[in-house]
């Protein structure tokens, strides 16, 4: 499954991005119930869940985002979202999608989002 990633780009802080993972490839009917995330990865830091739909379609953030970003998703373009509000320099990273399906993990190629103060 390949994901399409897009969005990235540079803000100054208090400005907001949006970007999309977009899976083409994945069956419809398997799109809904995936759980499906976005991880970033900071330079020296460890790649770390931002947010996510777990497969029964919850949502969890991590706190440090919570307010801020939203995750959504388009079933029909089998696409989600995440909206980034009030950037802060700190959410500087490489943005990386993912999804699970079954035993199997895709990531998409990272989107670089940088936030200057």
């Known amino acids: 499954v390949q994901l399409q990633a897009s969005g990235g780009g540079s803000v100054q802080a208090g400005g907001s991005l949006k970007l999309s993972c977009r899976a083409p490839?994945?069956?419809?009917?398997t799109f809904w119930q995936s759980r499906m995330a976005w991880h970033r990865q900071a330079p020296g830091k460890q790649?770390?869940?931002?947010?996510?739909?777990?497969?029964?379609?919850?949502?969890n953030y991590q706190d440090s985002v919570k307010g801020r970003f939203t995750i959504s998703k388009d079933n029909s373009k089998k696409t989600w979202y995440l909206q980034m509000n009030s950037l802060e320099p700190e959410d500087t990273a490489v943005y990386y999608c993912?999804?699970?399906?079954?035993?199997?993990?895709?990531w998409g190629r990272g989107t670089q989002v940088t936030v200057s103060s």
């Open positions: 993912f999804v699970e399906l079954g035993s199997q993990n895709y």
């Open positions: 490839g994945m069956i419809l009917s």
């Open positions: 790649r770390e869940l931002v947010a996510e739909f777990t497969s029964a379609g919850s949502t």
